[in-house]
């Protein structure tokens, strides 16, 4: 890139945005705590369903995890797997180096063509979600997507931290706000005050809620307040097609003020990231110039093939019987444990424990009684927020899940 | 993220950086006119070696690619595409949705070290460079990896664009500069001026030319200039071990303050990136907040049995020869075509035009003759400096190239 100045002032400017030097002066304690607990960065074997294998102290232990976000249990399914191994030796190549503003494996196109039918929506695949949002930033704040005027783009204060990221750079070029969580109030006011208006949002978020998606296309059709949703999340456990949290509350069309970001890994399966857009211009503009698109690589043979016969899979009964168990897993948890979440039909729990180092003590001890959970604190969480997390998927069994409950129970008495 | 507030003078500040607005204002006719001469995006067949096979007015036509940078031929070596299908075959998985800080396959571990041991230093693999230096430059504004002092982070002007794309992030929290390409004199002066101070740049450009490695590092030996450099186009290329062109000139110890991004794609032949770092204090502060490791997933089961491939292949004589069969192919063409790079060693090639139009229909005449090579234009190099780029393999055959030098000779005669 050619197109940018000198900056020698920069150092004289506040720090409106993410400070990693204070992040990492109050978390890397923490980290390292966890890690000597053992809870942080395990290296496993895969074995059935949701158990691996895990070393600890020389000896092999089977531990039932609840920290992978493979919803529907899809990750090892045969068909995907399979569809992964054809696809590499069908075609004799894993990877290409080279921009997809290039050179296109012709599997890739016929994989989005398929991906649009399936979620009604022009589909542009990405290797992460991370890569997916990244190029998906600047374009907002260009003001092409939005008559070509330069929107004010609000923050949800919990959209991922592969949104909130980017937000120096937004700023760079727009004007940003930031808002509490889920408050509808404060981003009507900024309608009210602001000719375009663009929110950047999860639809599921990771540590537990969604957004008000009903509210949000009020919004949309009183001010024509443009959405950027990544539903991460939220694929595949939601819609007759699996087209997830945000897009099955979307109309037929996805319109001209909606962009979804969302997962081919977690609830769908297979590997990489997804957007679905609604207009020609807005494909076109994003098969120009977004960074990922222009300046890194495509999805590679493999999760292309994986996520080829997973969207088959997404067309079969499949789909519903895998979605209605994981219903059924989500009741059984929260017939045996409190949380906050309780009673959504969201995949996700959190167990507040307050103190890091409480939550820390908690997972160890679940862990020791055979269950993997994912300790949360700063800066995945706020400060004094931290918990554990909890994945629930279908196919986690009802007897592992009841296991996990009475371990969860076990460590909440201890703790009192 | 929880840690920003609320910034409602952003829109009022100006934009030092990259500017999303103006560069598709600039660029997306130019765009179009390539997608029009059907150089953009081309969607293809994997064929032997270089050869792919392309659809055009509905007949399969073979074409030589000279646009994937696969340096070494490596891409769709049957070893590596066995190691992909073997690592999902043996393990039923391809990808586990979860941050890297949470779990990891174990192949994983075993990959990392394996390419810590080839290339003598701390490897951390990431799904793509991209997200590798995403990850860094946060970690290397936040005076972490410089004694706990923030620096100033100078960049090359033309570091690559997913360097470049981060400069408002890294201005948010300390100072940054940009210099004119490979300009010593003026970051010399920036050492001379500042007690900390961190070099962003490539290695190997990939529009061509190279970073003076030695100069740079007399430069940290009298100011203790601290190197982050992207080297994804040099792995593997270079050096016994294929080490790349960065490492292969740093000493036995990469020491404390160089830290090499590369490409496990390209000249590697399998598909993600690395970071190459000097310290157990380096690693475990992008172990535990590099936002690509924290917040997004790992490289794909497929694209880790496929690395681990490659660094056994880089054990073995087949890289000399392959490193050899290059150098002779860049020999060839330099033989026959006048070009800025001639006579380098690196595998990249361009042939300037000046205008965007004029390149772009260099590029379709070319294509006709049966080779694909990039038509560049701005913002992939500066406005009026249009013109091809040519990655030259050591498994193009020599006729291919006295095929493509020769279309390019006709193609130069007649455009005077």
Redesign the interface.
Known sequence: ????????T??A?P??????????NF??RN?AAAEREGL???????DKNRS?FW?AASEDRQVT?F????YLGL??HPQ??EG??EA??R????????A???????M??ELEDALSDLFVARVITY?????AN?GAL??L????LTENK?P?IVFD??A???L??????V????????IAHNDLNALEDICRRNDRVVYVCDGVYSMGGSAPIGDLLALQDRYGLFLYIDDAHGISLFGTSGEGFVRSQVGRSLGERTIIAA?L??GFG??GGLLMLGTLRQEE?F???S??Y????SL????IG?AMASQALHRTEELKLRQDALGQRIIAFDGKVASEQAGSTLPIRTIEFGGERSAIHAARRILNKGF?T?AIF??????GKAGLRICLTASHSIEEIEGLAHGISEVLDEAG
Not at 141 to 144: P, R, T, V
């Open positions: 890139m050619s197109d940018d100045r000198h900056s020698p920069a150092a400017m720090r409106p945005y993410r400070n990693t030097l204070s992040v990492i978390a890397d980290l942080m960065a395990l290296y496993v074997k895969p691996v070393s995890d920290v992978r976000c493979s990750d090892n995907i797997l992964a191994i590499v030796r075609h004799n190549a894993l990877h290409w180096s080279c997809r503003t290039r050179l296109n494996f012709s890739l196109g290797t992460t979600v991370l890569a990244m600047p374009l704040a260009s003001g092409h330069r004010t204060r919990l991922h931290a592969t909130a990221f980017h937000k120096p750079v700023a760079n070029e727009t004007r940003v706000e930031t997962s890994g977690k297979a590997s503009l098969r120009r110039f960074i990922a222009a300046f890194s690589a590679n043979l493999a999760a994986a993997f994912s700063f800066p995945t969480v706020a400060k």
